[in-house]
T-cell receptor
Framework: KAGVTQTPRYLIKTRGQQVTLSCSPISGHRSVSWYQQTPGQGLQFLFEYFSETQRNKGNFPGRFSGRQFSNSRSEMNVSTLELGDSALYLC???????????????FGPGTRLTVL | DAKTTQPTSMDCAEGRAANLPCNHSTISGNEYVYWYRQIHSQGPQYIIHGLKNNETNEMASLIITEDRKSSTLILPHATLRDTAVYYCIVRRLSNSGYALNFGKGTSLLVTP
């Protein structure tokens, strides 16, 4: 079974631009979560989508947004990029439909975003 | 979710058992203990989780103290490929979805 895939793997943008990152979950997984990883802040939760609805959201500004499609694929968008948005963006998928059962999340390799 | 405390770094000789401690003294009854690891430049990888009882799988063993205030992840025969950052996460089950609070983790270095 194919793992979580993320595209692109590397991206360079300039301040003020916007960017869209894509994530394809493991087949059959309907929950997709996004995380940001930086050297200073570590791994931080951005948001989670399930059945095309945002189910959970971390403490990030509104410039960070996402969506999920009917095939469970997800995209996240960052508008008006800032230097501090340079990070590894990780996507994770999960099989369990409910957050009320123990589950494991499967992570993709990440997209490395550099903002110049 | 309860906060966890882990040592910043640890060393282990190849072939020996690696015992990674985690303190979660404020854990409540419905919170699970999860362990993930992240090998450099890769996405985190799930290792194991548990509630009360000790758990074992093909990767590791998880020992949870009787009062559940601390736990230890055991890699029985560490290899060089086990060099990674190990995250201990306490998570309450919630129907509002998933969110893992990774914290800083323990950087494990396995040496030849």
């Amino acid at each position: 079974k194919a793992g979580v895939t993320q595209t692109p793997r590397y991206l360079i943008k300039t301040r003020g631009q916007q960017v869209t990152l894509s994530c394809s979950p493991i087949s059959g997984h309907r929950s997709v979560s996004w995380y940001q990883q930086t050297p200073g802040q570590g791994l931080q939760f951005l948001f989670e989508y399930f059945s095309e609805t945002q189910r959970n959201k971390g403490n990030f500004p509104g410039r960070f947004s996402g969506r999920q499609f009917s095939n469970s694929r997800s995209e996240m968008n960052v508008s008006t990029l800032e230097l501090g948005d340079s990070a590894l963006y990780l996507c994770a998928s999960s099989l369990a439909a409910s957050g009320g059962v123990p589950n494991e999340q499967f992570f993709g390799p990440g997209t490395r975003l550099t903002v110049l | 979710d309860a906060k966890t405390t882990q040592p910043t770094s640890m060393d282990c000789a190849e072939g020996r058992a690696a015992n990674l401690p985690c303190n979660h003294s404020t854990i409540s009854g419905n919170e699970y203990v999860y362990w993930y690891r992240q090998i450099h430049s890769q996405g985190p990888q799930y290792i194991i989780h548990g509630l009360k009882n000790n758990e074992t799988n093909e990767m590791a063993s998880l020992i949870i103290t009787e009062d559940r205030k601390s736990s230890t992840l055991i890699l029985p025969h560490a290899t060089l490929r086990d060099t990674a950052v190990y995250y201990c996460i306490v998570r309450r089950l919630s129907n509002s979805g998933y969110a893992l609070n990774f914290g800083k983790g323990t950087s494990l270095l396995v040496t030849p």
